[in-house]
């Protein structure tokens, strides 16, 4: 974690009390945390990463994010920065690099212990672990040449610089990846398997108005190079193989996410995601959820729609940390003076 985090970090192992004990410190945590203090209550967040962000930061600092209000696009960093700096007034506690293992409810609070030992008592837990721990999914082929030429993820695409591209995958990384490195590299193709794209239609959009090179219905069928990647063999479903250059390939092909040891603490999961009613409530008594991790079949998968869940969660964990707390917090506004 970087020194100018405001908030008392320990990443040795501690015992916490405090009123709110956020799990995750992605920006769904990091708002939740900003929005706990300005309920008054004392907020932790626990993370497994050794920084805050979560996926955001470690897998998407230099991507444009489209969804956040009152931004036309922010970079993934200067998104986490700016929660991080709204987060300081509630001067949370961090914890970091250590992965919450076990979670008991009790009458008037929850235990929380770490694998690293540190123990955090809440009187509410909001879970915002988004997709919990995550592994990307490989090509079929040219495995190994990962880190020599393929990879995973773009954090600086400026390392890519007057070089020959090719992104492979067709959702909103791959196409957000081909299109954020477009005016960078010399040349960029992207790869998918298929002629409809997963990704938001306005990526799409953008990806077709570029100089990207869009291959469809193409698979990777060979990765060649001899220390370092030269280029890709391209099939297409009718059987016709094409070469193209690469000095990278970027597989962007999803990822293999598992909520880990949250699945053993008796919450009740709608297929792989929490279930919670409307007021973020999980199964499990002074447990709340928001984000990536919970979810319902019509839920919208958005960074801002995770915010108002966020906010939804800690209004209705205020009556239990404060007896007598409003759910509603009420506005300047209703003052009458």
């Known amino acids: 974690m970087s020194a100018d985090v405001a908030g008392t970090v320990d990443t040795t192992g501690f015992d916490v009390d405090v009123d709110l004990v956020v799990v995750g410190g992605g920006p769904v945590g990091l708002y939740a945390a900003y929005y706990a203090g300005f309920r008054g209550m004392s907020v932790a967040v626990v993370d497994a990463l050794d920084h805050l962000g979560g996926q955001t930061a470690a897998m998407y600092p230099e991507k444009q994010v489209f969804d956040v ?5 922010v970079k ?3 998104l986490v920065d700016a929660l991080v700096e709204q987060a300081e ?9 250590e992965q919450v293992v076990d979670l008991v409810t009790g ?3 929850a ?4 694998a690293a030992g ?4 809440g009187r509410a837990v909001l879970l915002a672990a988004g997709i919990g721990s995550f592994a990307p999914r490989p090509l079929p082929v040219g495995t190994e040449y990962v880190s020599r030429g393929v990879v995973h993820f773009v954090p600086r695409p400026s390392d890519y610089a007057g070089g020959d591209v090719v992104v492979v995958g067709g959702g909103d990384s791959a196409v957000d990846w081909a299109t954020t490195l477009e005016p960078v590299a010399r040349s ?4 998918h398997r298929r002629d409809a794209f997963r990704a938001h239609e306005a990526s799409v959009a953008r990806l077709r108005s570029s100089t990207v090179e869009v291959l469809t219905p193409y698979e990777v069928a060979e990765v060649h190079g001899d220390d370092v990647v030269t280029g890709v063999s391209l ?12 000095d990278v390939v970027v597989a962007a092909l999803g990822f293999k996410a598992d909520l880990g040891p949250l699945k053993r603490w008796g919450v009740d999961l709608d297929r792989r995601q929490v279930a919670v009613d409307r007021a973020q409530r999980t199964s499990l008594p002074r447990v709340f959820a928001a984000g990536d991790c919970c979810g319902h079949p019509d839920k919208v998968t958005l960074i801002s729609v995770g915010f108002g869940e966020a906010a939804t969660a800690v209004n209705h964990a205020a009556p239990l940390v404060h007896e007598g707390a409003a759910v509603t917090p009420g506005h300047s506004s209703d003052d009458q003076h």
């Not at 009718?238 to 690469?246: I, K, L």
């Open 111 to 114: 235990l929380l212990t770490t």
């Open 118 to 121: 540190t123990v955090l008592r």
């Open 235 to 246: 099939a297409h479903e009718s059987g016709t193989v094409v070469r193209r250059d690469a």
């Open 107 to 109: 009458p008037d609070h």
């Open 76 to 78: 993934g960093q200067h």
């Open 188 to 191: 960029v193709a992207l790869v």
């Open 89 to 97: 007034s509630a001067k949370p506690h961090y914890v970091l690099g």
């Open 69 to 73: 209000a009152g931004y036309a696009a």
